[in-house]
């Protein structure tokens, strides 16, 4: 019916992240970035928007693909994960959320566009795992994901390597987010990183890097005085009308009459 009306031959298309994200496991915890522009076909959508998402205290998930798809599903994983904790009085474990996550993709045969980095600590040690949108799933000690995900593997593979400390995990993250943001059309923004550590800690630090900030450029560029609006600029013809706001009604300012019920 709507292909038949007129003008109604192209629908609305979901708002997708465009996306570079990326995850690394060091000898202490697990470490995820992602940028942070969400577009809409050639369109920047939103500078800013979240790709990181809780699923537990212990769990983060890194999305890509369509924007509400990876935020709805991370938010019921997110509860079937504290019900879980609840029934069993434990913390959740990485291949449970993993599982969970898996099912639920593979089971609309992936019309759910999302392509999910889980990242956390449990008593099994740092795990990463990479979750495609029709179900698959892979472990790995580093995976990125996403349109930028070719020019961010470029420098994992190139610099990663085993027992990193948490200052060299950040860093290759960091640099392997920069990576997709500067060769990539759908990545820019900022670059979001979150530590999920052994210890039980976790360490969300949004806007971590801004390497596109325009407030230095915009200061260097000089205007003309001339075209600057100084406050009174415009003459008022007299004195300022004020209409005073109108008094609130109270209940003495009411009828109340009792409502007829049946016995």
């Given at each position: 019916?709507?292909?038949?009306?007129?003008?109604?031959?192209?629908?609305?298309q979901?708002?997708?992240?465009?996306?570079?994200?990326?995850?690394?496991?060091?000898?202490?915890?697990?470490?995820?970035?992602?940028?942070?522009?969400?577009?809409?076909?050639?369109?920047?959508a939103?500078?800013?928007?979240?790709?990181?998402?809780?699923?537990?205290?212990?769990?983060?998930?890194?999305?890509a693909?369509?924007?509400a798809?990876?935020?709805?599903?991370?938010?019921?994983?997110?509860?079937?994960?504290?019900?879980?904790?609840?029934?069993?009085?434990?913390?959740?474990?990485?291949?449970?959320?993993?599982?969970?996550?898996?099912?639920?993709?593979?089971?609309?045969?992936?019309h759910?566009?999302?392509?999910?980095?889980l990242?956390?600590?449990?008593?099994?040690?740092?795990?990463?795992?990479?979750?495609a949108?029709?179900?698959?799933?892979?472990?790995?000690n580093?995976?990125?994901?996403?349109?930028?995900?070719l020019?961010?593997?470029?420098?994992?593979?190139?610099?990663?390597?085993?027992?990193?400390?948490?200052?060299?995990?950040?860093?290759?993250?960091?640099?392997?987010?920069?990576?997709?943001?500067?060769?990539d059309?759908?990545?820019?923004?900022?670059c979001?990183?979150?530590?999920?550590?052994?210890?039980?800690?976790?360490?969300?630090?949004?806007?971590?890097?801004?390497?596109?900030?325009?407030?230095?450029?915009?200061?260097?560029?000089?205007?003309?005085?001339?075209?600057?609006?100084h406050?009174?600029?415009?003459p008022?013809?007299?004195?300022p009308?004020?209409?005073?706001?109108?008094?609130?009604?109270g209940?003495?300012?009411?009828?109340?009459?009792?409502?007829?019920?049946?016995?």
């Amino acid at each position: 019916i709507l292909l038949g009306m007129k003008g109604s031959d192209k629908l609305p298309q979901g708002k997708k992240t465009g996306t570079t994200i990326v995850a690394v496991v060091y000898k202490d915890g697990v470490v995820l970035g992602a940028d942070t522009r969400a577009t809409s076909g050639s369109e920047v959508a939103e500078k800013n928007c979240e790709k990181i998402h809780y699923l537990a205290p212990n769990l983060m998930c890194c999305g890509a693909g369509t924007a509400a798809d990876t935020e709805m599903i991370t938010q019921m994983i997110a509860s079937q994960l504290e019900l879980l904790r609840m029934n069993t009085h434990s913390s959740s474990r990485v291949v449970t959320a993993c599982t969970l996550l898996k099912r639920r993709l593979y089971r609309y045969q992936g019309h759910i566009s999302a392509a999910l980095i889980l990242g956390g600590c449990d008593l099994n040690g740092p795990a990463v795992y990479q979750i495609a949108p029709h179900g698959s799933t892979a472990k790995s000690n580093y995976t990125t994901m996403g349109s930028g995900s070719l020019a961010a593997m470029a420098v994992m593979e190139s610099s990663w390597k085993e027992d990193m400390n948490e200052e060299e995990a950040v860093e290759l993250v960091k640099r392997s987010v920069g990576a997709g943001i500067f060769n990539d059309l759908g990545s820019g923004s900022n670059c979001d990183v979150c530590i999920v550590r052994m210890d039980g800690t976790k360490d969300y630090r949004r806007n971590d890097v801004k390497p596109n900030e325009v407030g230095p450029i915009r200061a260097m560029v000089h205007h003309s005085a001339v075209l600057t609006m100084h406050p009174g600029l415009t003459p008022t013809l007299g004195a300022p009308i004020i209409t005073p706001h109108p008094a609130r009604v109270g209940l003495a300012d009411v009828d109340i009459v009792r409502m007829e019920v049946e016995a």
